[in-house]
């Protein structure tokens, strides 16, 4: 069979993504801080689009330089602005866009800024010293390789003490290959394994480790006056440390509990993790998106507008799209359709930022008038919703629901919570009530640990038994999973002898 080459016409639908709809659904997808910083990069890039400043409310109204005005000079704009529904408030309809520059006062400003401006030759006193600002925090790298600087060493143990350091974890623990490591600075693994022991005396005491019983021992090995019981339980009774088994060392070295409980004491004092000191703990700073505040009786949803650059058109450019009306030389049509370009792309994202604002704002009632209880009481009143029920409530699809509450924060009589949090799958009630939302559940089961006995903390069945009586029907399994998402230990290691 000969193989042929056809023709055809066929006719077929797709869906595709233009970029103002990949625009606006990354917008949709943007927290508060993210959105102000896409939207201030937007103003540097694109000359159409300028801030609306609050000093433009009282400018005189110019019906010929108005961001959505009645009257334009320009009929192509005039259709496009009628093409699609005005993405500009009404309350920006009636700003003037013409601002005069007073040059003599700007000078004069600008001249009394330099001669106010502190010189080095005087300095206020309030100011901090130099040795006072730091330019960057010290990492664990650094603070190590400082003190390998203040000791005797050859170089064969320097280049090996450094890449030692270079193969430490987050939490100070070697993760290299010592036997590599050594024969690449040129020294035996004898040697190697010593000089391994001095560099984990370096501070914090216990760093490169290559386990936690090594780390413990090296801190317990510091200890002035020497522990030895210390010494003898980390190095012979690991398993039963990490179970807190106390009368099982205590038979097997032959020490009365109590001195074993001393022991047990000192080292739970140990640093487990010598290098969690060292790591990156700045603050992480969260913006709520959506505002709740009580009224009264009822609570009002507030969008967070602190920060976000307000937009408009610029008069200046459709002015000039305006003066090239019926001009035919190739120097107006390209400057017509540049201006034109980006007068489209700033009318976008002006129309995309307000959907995106509408639609937070749709979500949140929904949410708002489902949770109503949780705002009013707490987590323990946290209901089971999923994204489907919010989706069909607003009339949206699942996914726009998921890109709404992904990385958006909302602050709340109760406390700041995640969009996401609100959301959670149902556990039944063994009084037949109503269902519970898994988030209250996990709140029920710390409060229940953290009013235990700490001399008989409650195993997972104690608190299936207690949730049970609560009205809530619920696995053991299930109670574990959610004790480990809570970061709480079992029962055994929870337990304090004394």
Known sequence: MAIQLKQSLRLGQNLVMTPQLQQAIKLLQLNHLELAELVNQELVENPVLEELGESDGDAPQDNSETAASGETADPEFERQRDE?????????????GKEEINW??????????????????????????????????????????????????????????????????????????????????????EDATEFL???????????????????????????????HLVE????SHMPELEKRNLPAISRALGVSLEKVAEAHKIITDFEPKPGSAFRDTEPQYITPEIFIHKVGEEHVIAMNEDGLPRLRVSPYYRKILADQKGSTSADSKVTK???QEKLKSALWLIRSIQNRQKTIHKVTEAILKRQGDFFAHGVQHLKPMVLKDIAAD??????TISRVTTNKYMHTPVGTFELKYFFNSSIASSDGKDALASSAVKDKIKNLIGKEDPLAP????????????????????????????????????????F
Not at 84 to 96: G, K, N, Y
Not at 149 to 157: D, H, R, Y
Not at 394 to 399: A, D, F, R, Y
């Open 104 to 189: 003599e006062q700007y000078l004069e400003d600008y001249n009394n800024t330099l001669s106010s401006a502190p010189s080095m030759r005087e300095i206020p006193e309030e100011m901090s010293s130099q040795e006072n600002v730091l330019t960057k925090a010290v990492t664990l790298e650094d603070h190590l390789q400082w003190q390998l600087s203040m000791i005797a060493c050859s170089e064969n143990e320097y280049a090996f003490a450094i890449g030692v350091i270079s193969n430490l974890g987050d939490d100070g623990y070697f993760t290299g290959d010592l036997q590599e490591l050594a024969t690449q600075a040129g020294l035996n693994f």
């Open 337 to 339: 359709e540049y201006v």
């Open 458 to 497: 409650l195993s997972d069945q104690q608190l299936v038994e207690l949730l049970k009586t609560d009205g809530v029907d619920i696995a053991r399994r299930t109670v574990a999973k959610y004790r480990e998402m809570l970061g709480v230990l079992p029962s055994g290691k929870r337990r304090k002898l």
């Open 197 to 227: 022991k001095v560099i984990q005396t370096f501070d914090p005491v216990g760093i490169a480790s290559r386990n936690l019983q090594e780390c413990l021992l090296v801190q317990a090995e510091m200890l002035d006056p020497k522990q």
């Open 394 to 399: 607003v009339g949206m699809h699942e996914s």
């Open 84 to 96: 699609q529904p005005s993405p500009v408030p009404e309350e920006q309809q009636a700003l003037s």
């Open 232 to 235: 003898s339980i980390i190095l």
